[in-house]
């Protein structure tokens, strides 16, 4: 079963998704350069604080509490404390671009928990190999928004059509490690459907995805629980195809997502 990624800062919330179970809870810290980096998008700036790490934790029981920081600077190592002493169960560390600013992360953290790289710049993408058996890693994920911005695409999963994920999938069990990549929207939903993005996670092992703001919006006709059981009855026809027809699935996938690719490159 996929662990599903949920991004929020609200105790009661987080409760709901632990009730259903498989789910893992995201505080997000990220500020640094977020905002310039992807002005005039429609994406999440999170408002999320470091206190609310610790409301998080104490409402939870059983799932993981992950928590992004901001990318190495000069006052990592007092972040990385503080977040610890709220009771993070594991660290993101969002824009690195070279193996030595992982590996000088990793020894702030010093092994206190686990720590996710969110690979997002073709420089990690580039050198994943030298990074992914740093000590002290508990995970690799592809962050497919900021990846595909530093890649100069025009669609989010534009690396997934060129193989690129594929790529660091094989990557990470070599290393021993699990991944997961990008966002999914709810199943009959989204420019590519959120039923070929879990097609393509089933197909390639993924362990985790965030889920988009879309599962749990205001106006939504359908209970957030309901949407839920739904991405998990698809994970499990997912799981039953056999090799030639998830092959298939991609190469149909991966025609869409170029056909969507070229559609924004000619608006543009």
Not at 102 to 109: D, G, K, T
Not at 151 to 178: D, K, N, S, Y
Not at 207 to 220: C, G, K, N, Q, Y
Request: proline content about 5%.
């Amino acid at each position: 079963m996929i662990e599903l990624i949920q991004v929020t800062n609200d105790p009661s919330f987080a409760q709901r998704c632990e009730r259903l179970g498989g789910f893992r809870i995201w505080v997000d810290l990220e500020r640094l350069g977020k905002q310039e980096r992807q002005a005039g998008r429609n994406t999440f700036i999170s408002t999320h604080q470091l206190e609310d790490v610790g409301r998080v934790r104490q409402a939870l029981r059983r799932a993981r509490l992950m928590v992004r920081v901001n990318p190495l600077n000069e006052g990592t190592a007092a972040e990385v404390d503080a977040v610890l002493a709220q009771g993070a169960d594991l660290l993101m560390l969002p824009m690195f671009r070279t193996p030595v600013e992982l590996q000088a992360f990793c020894r702030i953290v010093a092994g206190r928990v686990p720590v996710v790289p969110l690979l997002e710049t073709a420089d990690a993408l580039e050198s994943v190999e030298a990074w992914a058996r740093t000590p002290g890693l508990g995970e690799i994920y592809m962050g497919l928004n900021d990846l595909h911005l530093s890649l100069g695409c025009r669609f989010m999963f534009e690396p997934l059509a060129r193989g690129l994920v594929e790529r660091v999938a094989g990557v990470a069990r070599a290393a021993g490690l699990p991944f997961g990549f990008g966002g999914i929207a709810r199943m009959d939903e989204g420019e590519l459907p959120g039923r070929d993005v879990l097609a393509e996670h089933v197909r390639l092992g993924s362990s985790a995805v965030i889920l988009s703001r879309t599962f749990h919006r205001p106006d939504a006709q359908t209970p957030f629980e309901d949407e839920v059981a739904a991405l998990r009855q698809a994970e499990q026809a997912l799981a039953q195809r056999s090799p030639a027809q998830a092959q298939a699935d991609a190469s149909r996938i991966a025609g869409t997502i170029e056909a969507i690719a070229q559609r924004l490159a000619a608006r543009a």
